[in-house]
């Protein structure tokens, strides 16, 4: 019998540890332990004890609150993601329903890449991969800046979707923003959303210290040291981690076509607006080919071609409409696109998995993306969100799109 994050592991049992990422292993009774390692996997005997006993006592206080609602809060590689494995599965073994709402958009340990994610735990766990993804909010980005707003309002909607899932104790893990003016917007804002009745940081020094220094005294704050155990992974590796994620919500997809007629497509400014058929014959007569579409609402000039443009011909577009009093010109190629990384929801916005743009053909009004979608899945597709990663077939990240492109 051993003990991993507090979860404890009975003879015959397995789990995985993803590269990167550490378990800390604890022998409960005298035990004998396979170790099948993958590629730069090793494993350590250590004598001194890996859970910090303010990991402990953290608990006993979590404990003591009724329903609690507790973010965790850091800066990247500080072990928030351990600690909210850690006090989960304590929680669960004190009978509490605990979700976890995964709000760390690049590394989210629950759903996909570019996701906040929700998972509900009534038993322990070793592993997050463990964990059944509940629902999800796409952001589509790996970063959470430029998407404050969507963070924000996924990350109440997640929580919210638990207290309806009769979850009686909540745990918010929080993404490594923690420096600069944004992450103090991004962190109050999140806290006025949430309304948590705990928060739990973990700093090396006193690196999150701003963070959280004008909550004492309205909300308990608990404050952890990282264990000096925790590896600190560089860009590599966490890019290694997103390939990973998302290989496994990909894995078996394959292409399906969509009629737009019964799709909405959002997060993005394609078919929302009016057709405007002048500036489209205005588009025809400098390109010689026919647009997609060209919709407009007065200030905003949308046009979608079928082609990359040279740069004399983007110029001159945007010359154009700038000349006819058009502030915001936004051309987009379906050909650069290629490979978006897509949300796929049903009619009760309902997350139901991520997918790649293959192709936008709105001459004939249809949609082909690669997805792992069930023949019963496929029929519930109502609403597709347009992310920001371009991504190559098996995955891999190709480039960021800036927020606003489309």
Same mark, same amino acid.
């Given at each position: 019998k ?26 409960v *009774? ?5 170790f ?5 996997g ?21 404990? !003591? ?15 928030k993601?351990?600690? =909210? ?14 979700a976890?709402?995964? =709000? ?8 996909p ?7 509900? +735990?009534?038993?322990?766990i ?25 963070i924000v309002?996924g ?40 309304d948590?009745?705990i ?26 040291q ?18 990973? !994620?998302?290989? !496994?919500?990909?894995s ?5 076509? #969509?009629? +737009?007629?019964?799709?909405?497509? +959002?997060? =993005? ?17 400098? #390109? ?5 579409y ?25 010359? =154009? ?16 696109? !290629? ?10 916005k ?17 949609? *082909? ?8 899945? #496929? ?8 992310g ?13 799109l ?5």
């Amino acid at each position: 019998k051993v003990e991993v994050f507090g979860a404890s592991i009975e003879a015959g049992s397995s789990f995985t540890v993803v590269g990167g990422r550490q378990a800390p292993m604890k022998c409960v *009774t005298e035990s004998e332990i396979i170790f099948v390692l993958g590629e730069n996997g090793s494993y350590e005997l250590v004598k001194e004890q890996l859970i910090p006993d303010d990991w402990v006592n953290a608990v006993h206080e979590v404990l !003591k609150i009724p329903n609690p609602i507790v973010m965790i809060i850091g800066a990247v590689d500080t072990g928030k993601s351990g600690f =909210t494995l850690y006090l989960a599965n304590k929680l669960v073994a004190n009978g509490f329903k605990v979700a976890v709402v995964d =709000t760390d958009v690049g590394q989210s340990d629950i759903g996909p890449p570019g996701t906040i994610s929700l998972t509900l +735990l009534e038993k322990q766990i070793p592993s997050f991969l463990d964990a059944k993804l509940i629902d999800a909010y796409f952001v589509g980005d790996k970063t959470p800046v430029g998407h404050l707003l969507p963070i924000v309002v996924g990350s109440q909607k997640m929580v919210r979707k638990a207290q309806t899932l009769g979850a009686n104790a909540i745990i918010v893990n929080t993404s490594g923003l923690t420096q600069g003016g944004m992450a103090i917007a991004l962190r109050y804002h999140m806290i006025e959303a949430i309304d948590p009745n705990i928060i739990i940081v973990l700093q090396r020094e006193k690196e999150s210290e701003h963070l959280i220094k004008p909550y004492d005294g309205l909300i308990k704050v608990i404050r952890l040291q990282s264990p000096k155990h925790i590896l600190r992974r560089n860009r590599e590796e966490r890019g290694d981690f997103r390939f990973f !994620k998302i290989t !496994k919500y990909l894995s078996n997809a394959k292409s399906i076509t #969509l009629n +737009l007629d019964n799709i909405i497509l +959002l997060n =993005t400014v394609i078919r929302q607006m009016p057709e405007n058929t002048f500036l489209k014959e205005i588009i025809k007569s400098i #390109l010689n080919i026919e647009p997609e579409y060209v919709g407009s609402d007065g200030i905003t000039a949308v046009i979608v071609i079928n082609k990359i443009l040279t740069p004399y011909q983007q110029d001159y577009i945007e010359k =154009t409409l700038i000349s006819a009093n058009f502030t915001d010109i936004k051309i987009i190629s379906t050909q650069l696109i !290629k490979g978006l990384l897509l949300g796929l929801y049903d009619a009760k916005k309902h997350f139901l998995n991520i997918g790649i743009l293959e192709k936008l053909d709105l001459h004939k009004n249809i949609i *082909t993306i690669k997805g792992q979608i069930n023949d019963s899945d #496929l029929n519930r597709i109502r609403y597709i969100y347009f992310g920001y990663m371009i991504l190559d077939e098996s995955g891999a990240e190709i480039k960021r799109l800036r927020p606003g492109t489309f």
